[in-house]
């Protein structure tokens, strides 16, 4: 159990990097969660700091969770608990790595447990368990972001395709090497992300979302410094 309890707070640890907030603070001199809509991650930074900024948190915070679960998940001081039965226990221990860093993400430790809302750390998470599904569900993300301009229904389409990909896979395709504990963990982690964007999904409904209209630094915040 030493090993998983070692994982999960180092997972932890690199999900609270708070990207968004360093960068806002390094390269405009502000504090991003007191801008835009006030939320730390990729989708405020692109709207508030350009896309520059944004792409760099984006990337960053997909690679928490391509750590926690693709490298921070094979750390081994002792034997890895036995007990699941159904499932591989080393797909659920990498999956538990990847949610600790989402959590982190979400709660950030080193930014007074105030962060984003989980979804790039959560593909990233994914990229490491199921490239080939997760390459598709970020193509998906591209083609409604750019023919929307609306993120977070980008985000929350990515979120579907994602665990209806592995059910076809795993269900009806029977592929090979795909744990059931994919499927449900996916399940879960989609579960969190909607209820994180309850507000967005509120908005969207109403027609009052903002979209993305350009990719500069929102006005004011230029000149305060570049990335």
Do not use: C
């Amino acid at each position: 159990m030493l090993s998983v309890a070692i994982i999960l707070l180092l997972s932890y640890a690199v999900g609270s990097i708070p990207t968004s907030v360093w960068i806002g603070k390094a390269a405009h001199g502000i504090d991003l969660r007191a801008h835009g809509s006030g939320n730390a991650g990729a989708t405020n930074a692109f709207r508030v700091l350009g896309w520059k900024a944004g792409t760099v948190v984006s990337l960053v915070d997909l690679g928490k969770g391509v750590l926690a679960a693709g490298l921070i998940a094979t750390i081994r001081v002792d034997a890895l608990p036995a007990g699941f039965g159904f499932w591989e226990v080393e797909s659920v221990v990498r999956l538990m790595a990847g949610m600790a860093a989402v959590i982190g993400h979400m709660y950030p430790v080193w930014a007074g447990f105030k962060g984003g809302k989980g979804v790039n750390t959560t593909a990233g998470v994914l990229l490491a368990l199921t490239p080939g599904v997760m390459l598709l569900t970020l193509g998906v993300f591209a083609v409604v972001l750019f023919a929307s301009r609306y993120v977070s229904l980008a985000s929350l389409t990515a979120t579907v395709v994602y665990p209806s990909t592995i059910a076809v896979k795993k269900y009806w395709m029977h592929a090979e090497g795909l744990d059931a504990s994919v499927f449900v963990f996916s399940l879960v982690l989609a579960t969190g992300i909607f209820l994180a964007h309850r507000s967005n999904i509120k908005r969207l409904i109403a027609g009052t979302e903002n979209r993305i209209t350009t990719f500069r630094a929102a006005q004011g915040m230029r000149g305060r410094g570049e990335i």
